[in-house]
């Protein structure tokens, strides 16, 4: 059964007084004053972790309370920074079984309210615990990403601060028009480079805010303008260390694949899409991921304009996590109500594309393991005749298997790629410099380096020395005298 | 498109030194492998609260690596202490839709590493902000309803205890026979009696344990032995005290209705029950709302042996969540695993029903607020022309709307309902006095005595003082010589 969606709602996203409930009441109300409804048959809530940013279990009833729908099943779904979308496909598969004829989605998450160093620790709650331990963050973990694409692709420091730079601000430009964004001022390339450095190469600007907001989208068997067209959904290994691939994510090419696939459509007939820049450079790896373009020149249509408001292939027309903001439960949903906006030609004078019949969302969840991929279409859109429709995406897909934790090894690795952590999370000092290790049997491991006054002096794809000391890996650089007494006084100095 | 179940596993409930994923794992593998699978299509994963029990968020991600799964699309579902039969409905639907043919429900919970008092707060956090403050936790708003259903249908103290008494000797006598519950000792009415006080007039052999465990269960659009053929889901409000009725759950008959109308079938045609007894008054009144007996006459049914093993309509074949124990995300799936096994015959000699092509499972999240109903049939169980089938099930539902929180208001009030609670949560004394009280304008309100050392002066129905201190309300016996100035004194001594 097709699925269709009669509302969209959100709130401003930003810095929020309300409460989570009242917020995605607001969100929740538009959607259904939109959709002519005063009821549903279920509501399907997308929170990350209420548990630990507002003290609350059992949302899901909470909400259908405070939304006067007191009766109506409720159900609250996570799939981590990918909610959002999560729940949204849920419901999707509720619709299209025919048991319901009108859902409400509704997805939303309240941050702000406490302190930086709290929302860092809760939101590494996603990261597997083995890499966790190492005080490895979300920004860490992409900063490392960005050092192995730039690695892989031959940018320099420099070319890499200019890609980056470029994203930030061609999202804060688009988020400037948007009425719903957390920040609405333009950057430019000074102010990109006066941002803090978060996890070198990563700067403040290259991160997505701290934000409270909600969304909502009510789904319908009943046919309207806009239908979902196509839905993918897809994992990877709980530890980054354990993937095939640093610089793609085989979780958002599968679940594209299985969105194009359902959808019948192909990258070219995308026209705009939302993809999930929690870091700058994700939006780059994901416009490859997605098919838009190679591996690796993802950074050159953003330099031609291509991905710009006025291009060929607006991405982030709404100014994406970057500017928009990203309540980790709503941006996935968020993403899709701008693409409603697109579609129905609502999204306002200054931001709405001319092309918009078909538009395209990529959620990411977690370190890129549990991502989701969502077609919109205009449902009047002219359809091509799909008499054996054969896709042309054919991405390079490696999933992982979880290898065993290989025993404590020392000796001489490989460097594959490194940060240095500015912003670390509670009990661990800063700077805090991590790396991937490859170990002489093969294995890649996470490993902390206590020389952390000189990270510019590390390189990749060099040997490195690694030890253990206390169930942690350590690495320095292999050099002609060498350091390693100097380790334990050196942490106990600073400790 | 109809669903079956082609396989199911589960792990003996109980105190586990095993991880929960580890555990998970287990019952995975058990599920996967009487369904001859090695890969699904999706998982769904229902935990209550990963968060706070063991300290990982995108818990969804992790299950799918741990088990080999790596890429499989895994999705978690909550909904409170009913989060297993959430998880179940969520993949019920998927499969429903058409577009995937085999998924994997997977539930559990880990508790038991944690004290009583650190369980007690998370667990405490289902309930509405509002009433939680009072220092409510589950046995004390189920105590109340214990009074309430004690004074409405005109049984005795010891009628009461005597009733309480025969719902925990029956679930742990049926618990014996069970080789995955947690409790395998029959317990005598001395033991119970013998059994410390919780939450006056519940004792601990009242409230179901904290447990670790985890159950499984696979769909399948394949026919195989096993059919899906009801499921029914509704929420109350979230706070009890907003409910038009203390004394059954508008939810859990809601669900019913539901779940009998898709299933074409009455409460009459049902053969056996899993009930939620997180406490033992629960599972009497679940057989009431379920259509079983008449409001008021559960407790009749179970004294005269119908609800027993051998009896006509056998309850908590199982041991219930009350002796098999109670993870909380996995009770509402183990409930439908025991149904499979009784509807395979491999429940195992002892337990093992002679009627059992019909079962139905009836899952309480929250207090009474996100409930689900869940009917599975014999495929090929004899089917009686449904050709203009009408239920004979029409329960009174009416659900609460809520209400805007009534101004603090001073004066006399009725007590409809109290308890006095000994486990109490971190930050608040023992005993603690809670009541529902009724103002004169006829709100309902939360109440706390500080009179403590006699709550059994305390009178249901009975005019109260009522008055407010910090935002709180607090409530006194009516008497000729008002005690009000002592309050202060009082609570300040024993503070």
Redesign the interface.
């Known amino acids: 059964?097709d699925v269709y969606i009669s509302g969209v709602g959100m709130t401003k996203f930003g810095r929020s007084k309300e409460s989570l409930e009242k917020m995605m009441t607001e969100a929740a109300s538009s959607a259904l004053e939109e959709a002519h409804l005063e009821k549903v048959e279920?509501i399907y809530l997308g929170v990350?972790?209420a548990?630990?940013f507002v003290?609350?279990?059992?949302f899901?009833?909470?909400l259908?309370?405070?939304l006067?729908l007191?009766?109506?099943?409720?159900?609250?779904?996570?799939?981590?920074s990918s909610t959002g979308a999560?729940a949204f496909?849920?419901a999707f598969?509720?619709v299209?079984?025919?048991?319901?004829k009108h859902v409400l989605v509704l997805a939303g998450e309240k941050m702000t309210h406490l302190s930086t160093a709290k929302t860092t620790r809760?939101l590494s709650?996603?990261?597997?615990?083995s890499e966790r331990r190492y005080g490895a963050t979300m920004p860490a973990l992409a900063a490392m990403i960005a050092q192995k694409y730039a690695r892989e692709f031959n940018l320099s420091p420099m070319k890499l601060e200019d890609i980056l730079a470029r994203v930030a601000i061609k999202n804060h430009s688009n988020g400037s028009l948007n009425p719903y964004a957390q920040f609405r001022k333009i950057i430019t390339k000074e102010d990109y480079l006066k941002s803090q450095m978060v996890a070198f190469p990563l700067r403040l600007y290259d991160c997505a805010p701290i934000t409270d907001g909600a969304s909502s989208i009510i789904l319908t068997s009943q046919p309207t303008p806009i239908r979902v067209s196509g839905i993918g959904?897809?994992?990877?290994?709980?530890?980054v260390r354990?993937r095939t691939s640093f610089t793609s994510f085989?979780?958002t090419k599968?679940?594209a694949q299985k969105a194009y696939t359902m959808a019948q459509l192909n990258p070219s007939d995308i026209q705009f899409a939302e993809v999930h820049d929690a870091f700058t450079l994700f939006e780059i790896i994901g416009t490859e991921d997605l098919g838009f373009f190679p591996p690796g020149e993802g950074w050159k249509a953003l330099e031609e304009g291509i991905t710009h408001l006025q291009g060929r292939l607006p991405i982030n027309p709404s100014g994406g996590l970057k500017a928009r903001g990203h309540p980790v439960g709503a941006s996935g949903l968020a993403q899709l109500v701008e693409i409603v906006y697109q579609l129905k030609g609502k999204a306002g004078k200054e931001r709405q594309l001319k092309r918009a019949e078909v538009g395209l969302a990529s959620s990411i969840?977690?370190l890129g393991?549990?991502n989701l991929v969502t077609i919109l279409e205009r449902s009047d859109r002219t359809q091509i005749i799909k008499e054996g429709w054969r896709p042309d995406y054919h991405p390079d897909i490696r999933?992982?298997?979880?290898k065993p934790a290989p025993p404590p090894s020392e000796g001489v690795g490989i460097l594959k790629t490194f940060t240095t952590l500015y912003a670390t999370p509670e009990g661990f000092r800063s700077p805090l410099t991590l790396g991937l290790v490859e170990t002489e049997t093969g294995e890649m491991v996470m490993a902390c380096n206590p020389d952390y006054h000189f990270p510019q002096k590390l390189k990749m794809e060099k040997k490195v020395c690694l030890k253990t000391r206390e169930g942690i890996y350590v690495f320095e650089k292999l050099t002609p005298w060498n350091r390693m007494k100097r380790w334990f006084k050196g942490s106990s100095k600073s400790g």
């Open positions: 059964m279920a990350m972790n548990e630990e003290g609350d279990s059992n899901a009833t909470l259908a309370d405070t006067g007191t009766g109506t099943p409720s159900t609250r779904v996570e799939t981590a999560g496909e849920t598969y509720a299209a079984s025919g048991h319901m809760i709650e996603v990261i597997d615990r959904h897809a994992t990877d290994t709980a530890a354990h085989n979780s599968e679940a969840g977690g393991n549990n999933v992982s298997q979880k």
